[in-house]
């Protein structure tokens, strides 16, 4: 089985599964100028990426500020509405 098989395999069942959320901004520079030009989301399924595995990868950076803890509000109520 190829692995995005067996990807879509465990995305499929998501039933009561906690699953890893890998959140960062993408920021670009110019000038000596920094903006944030995205902010992606990416979700794991557990059996293929989880939480200490996303942190021995990034780190354990935490959100900072009230912007970071909205946008990953945003993201969550996203993810939750998808999935029903």
């Known amino acids: 089985m ?3 098989d067996r990807v879509a395999d465990l ?4 039933s009561a599964r906690p699953l890893a959320i890998h959140l960062y901004d993408l920021v670009v520079s110019k ?3 920094e903006a944030v030009y995205a902010t992606i989301g990416e979700v794991h399924h557990p059996d293929y990426l989880n939480l ?3 942190r021995a990868i990034y780190g354990t ?3 900072q500020g009230q ?4 946008a ?3 993201l969550l109520a996203t993810v ?3 999935m029903n």
């Open 11 to 14: 995305m499929r069942d998501l």
């Open 31 to 33: 000038n000596g100028a």
């Open 2 to 4: 190829q692995t995005t």
């Open 61 to 63: 950076a935490d959100p």
């Open 80 to 82: 939750q509405e998808k």
């Open 72 to 74: 990953l509000d945003q």
């Open 52 to 54: 200490e595995q996303l």
């Open 67 to 70: 912007d970071a803890q909205l």
